[in-house]
């Protein structure tokens, strides 16, 4: 059985993700999301935003895709290519009995997964920021929208935001 892979994100307005390997935002029921959406599963993510982070993430496993054959970081698994990435993350879902994979970022490996993913969530960003990371254009016809959640800015939170639920379709 091959394991659903979901794409978690969060895009501004312009379709900016991130500028100089950073979050351009502070939202923290967006990261309260992220920790719920990824607890307990296998994680991919590439080496820039894995770097951004700067550690591994607790109660997940991270995948790190890098076309850098010198890379290493203590507490994840470092692989080369897609499909490596996509067979350590089914491999550690059984492990951890985790019912899917979660791709993380960067706009490189949202590019790679996109073709792959049963889902995304979404969290759109409304701000328009300058950045330097896109999230890729994607046929939005190939998935339908199950879950529509707006937010206003809180106190936690620089931006007002919406949680989009997509599904890929059958």
Do not use: C
């Amino acid at each position: 059985m091959t394991l659903p892979l979901i794409l978690v994100v969060a895009v501004a307005e312009n379709g900016v993700i991130g500028r100089d390997n950073h979050l351009l935002w502070r939202i923290k029921t967006d990261l309260a999301r992220f920790r719920r959406l990824t607890m307990g599963k296998p994680m991919i993510m590439g080496r820039k935003t894995f770097q951004s982070i700067g550690k591994p993430l607790p109660g997940r496993e991270t995948i790190v895709l890098t076309r850098d054959p010198g890379f290493s970081a203590d507490g994840v698994h470092v692989v080369h290519t897609w499909e490596a990435a996509v067979d350590k993350g089914a491999e550690l879902a059984v492990r951890m009995e985790a019912g899917s994979i979660a791709v993380v970022g960067g706009a490189e490996i949202y590019a790679l997964a996109l073709p792959h993913v049963q889902s995304i969530f979404l969290t759109r960003v409304h701000a328009a920021p300058e950045g330097d990371a896109l999230f890729p254009d994607f046929d939005r016809s190939r998935f339908r929208e199950t879950r529509r959640e707006d937010h206003q800015k809180a106190p936690d939170d620089e931006h007002p935001f919406t949680f989009i639920d997509l599904e890929r379709r059958p």
